[in-house]
């Protein structure tokens, strides 16, 4: 069996200290890893879907890289719309993290898409990215297939969120529906819980690491549920079970007056 943590939207800042709408995300960043190793007690790969850094700088993915070698566990990295991705690529990209696309294991195959837009919070999925994904699943027709991501692919019923989602996903969705060994996309990006089906494929979201946005909400909002994560079991035979785990609190200095409110 393979156990994956995904954790998804870190928004770390260039200044270790530094607060965004009142939190230290790189302090809730660490409290969830260690709150993940503590109580699970095998975790395989880390998967870091996305904004893994807010002001993205050479620096901030150095201490990433740092906080993630402490624990001795693979850990792959895809960008968000944050994200400088070949910053991002060129850091995070030394034992024991990767940046690469593809992850393999005898029975498992992760596929991590870039659906970044630069200069946009949207998602889209190129042309290229699209050839490379029907490659890759080509190539291991057999083996279970999970899907990487940082935008969502089916609407959250947030109005202000679903502006963002992958402006192609119908494109994206009728691909995957070729593929019956895709079993899974797993996104970042909302901030909150996703859990819903396409056909047969599990599409999950996962809550963020620094904040939440508040669900089923017209306009931006935060949440005040505290950082979380996303704990995945995935069984050679290609069924999986999968849990969302939140941290005792949130950081005290979260400010709802900095969302508008």
């Not at 994206?172 to 996104?187: D, E, G, H, M, R």
């Amino acid at each position: 069996m393979l156990n994956i943590l995904q954790i998804s939207d870190l928004h770390l800042l260039p200044d270790p200290e530094g607060t965004l709408m009142g939190v230290n995300t790189e302090n809730n960043f660490k409290r969830v890893l260690e709150h993940a190793f503590t109580q699970h007690d095998c975790i395989d790969l880390i998967l870091l879907t996305g904004d893994l850094a807010q002001d993205p700088t050479e620096t901030t993915y150095q201490r990433i890289h740092t906080i993630l070698s402490d624990y001795a566990t693979p850990a792959l990295c895809l960008p968000g719309n944050h994200d400088d991705a070949l910053l991002l690529r060129h850091i995070l990209n030394q034992t024991p993290v990767s940046s690469e696309k593809i992850w393999s294991t005898d029975h498992w195959q992760l596929i991590c898409l870039d659906s970044q837009i630069p200069g946009s919070q949207a998602g889209r999925l190129a042309p290229n990215e699209l050839d490379f994904l029907q490659q890759q699943l080509n190539v291991a027709p057999q083996r279970p297939t999970l899907i990487a991501i940082h935008h969502h692919c089916l609407p959250t019923e947030c109005a202000w969120m679903d502006t963002m989602i992958i402006e192609n996903n119908d494109t994206f969705l009728a691909l995957l529906a070729q593929y019956p060994q895709v079993k899974l996309v797993l996104c970042g990006h909302i901030h909150q819980i996703m859990d819903k089906r396409h056909r047969d494929i599990a599409i999950l979201g996962t809550p963020a690491s620094c904040f939440q946005f508040k669900a089923h909400s017209p306009q931006f909002a935060l949440d005040a549920l505290p950082p979380g994560y996303r704990l995945l079991n995935l069984h050679p035979d290609g069924h999986f079970e999968t849990q969302v785990y939140w941290l005792d609190q949130q950081d005290p200095g979260l400010d709802f007056s900095l969302a508008g409110y």
